[in-house]
């Protein structure tokens, strides 16, 4: 899949921003450039998109950034849904913004479920929206590693499922989404709070321009979503009621020449994720 405008975004941020970066303006180029190279990358998909109100389940298993082509590379063959948003800030925007979730409880290892976050991208607040919410970013974030590892979310599933038994959950891993756990080349972490939005770091970054070899990006990728397995079979085990393995987003693993992923991108990697029904009622 070409993308004549990643081109420009990867000299630019490789050659030019390192040399201005001190001056007015570097930034703002900077991410526009980003936001038209990913914007620029369009793609037919037929399928009309699924919120989470339009299908069937009791347990929503949410891997953030997860494709639906490396999960069944990983856990076998699985249906499919499209999303109706290429990242997390859509994701909340869509689902949470005018629909009531008060049966279900929200356990989380993604930072958007932060109250101001949450509140500017649904006018909402998480406590009105869900009957709780377990924000597992709070107290078991993993410093060394800069994420949330999956037993800390499995943990708080677990609780939550004792503690409400009767309620719906929705389960938010942060894999496979990056930081590359246990990778020493990955030095990137996300940030426990919003980040700046002038911030451009981690692997993704490097490989867009050249710096690291995009198959190391692609290895660390389906290292992180390895780190579910256990993690899953877990739930599986121990939550009652239909539960289902989806994602929020998907990924860019070079589409385009780009990595990662960005709001209002119709790449199919970014849209298409698994929707695998691992317990039926």
């Known amino acids: ?124 607040r998480p406590e009105d929206v869900f009957h709780t919410v377990f924000n597992t970013y709070e107290d078991k974030w993993d410093r060394q590693e800069g994420t949330v590892l999956p037993e800390s979310v499995v943990k708080d599933a677990i ?39 002038n911030e451009e770091i981690g692997v993704f970054d490097e490989a867009q321009i050249g710096l690291i070899d995009g198959e190391r990006v692609v290895e660390g990728y389906r290292q992180n979503l390895s780190l579910l397995e256990e993690g899953i079979k877990e739930l599986k085990e121990k939550l009652e009621g239909k539960t289902v393995v989806t994602a929020d987003h998907g990924e860019l693993l070079g589409e385009g020449g780009m990595y990662q992923h960005f709001e209002g991108c119709d790449a199919v990697a970014l849209r298409k994720v698994p929707w695998d029904v691992i317990q039926e009622e």
């Not at 990983?74 to 859509?90: L, M, N, P, Q, V």
């Not at 958007?112 to 649904?122: A, C, K, N, P, V």
């Not at 009767?166 to 989404?177: A, E, L, S, V």
């Open 159 to 197: 609780t939550a499922e004792k503690l409400f038994p009767g309620k719906r959950k929705i389960i938010h891993f942060m894999q496979p989404h990056g930081p590359f756990v246990g990778v020493e080349w990955d030095k990137g972490k996300l940030a426990k709070k919003k980040r700046s939005r």
């Open 1 to 124: 899949m070409g993308n004549i405008l990643s081109a420009p975004y990867r000299y630019y941020k490789g050659v030019v921003f390192p040399r201005v970066n001190h001056l007015r303006g570097s930034n703002f180029i900077l991410r526009n450039l980003r936001r038209l190279a990913f914007l620029s990358i369009r793609e037919n998909i037929e399928e009309e998109p699924e919120g989470l109100k339009d299908k069937e389940w009791d347990n929503l298993i949410i891997l953030d950034a997860c494709r639906h082509d490396f999960y069944e590379e990983e856990f076998g063959d699985s249906d499919y849904r499209i999303t109706e948003g290429s990242a997390s800030k859509e994701y909340i925007k869509k689902n949470f913004s005018d629909q009531d979730f008060k049966n279900t409880v929200y356990i989380t290892a993604n930072p958007h479920l932060y109250e101001d976050i949450f509140s500017d991208l649904t006018g909402r």
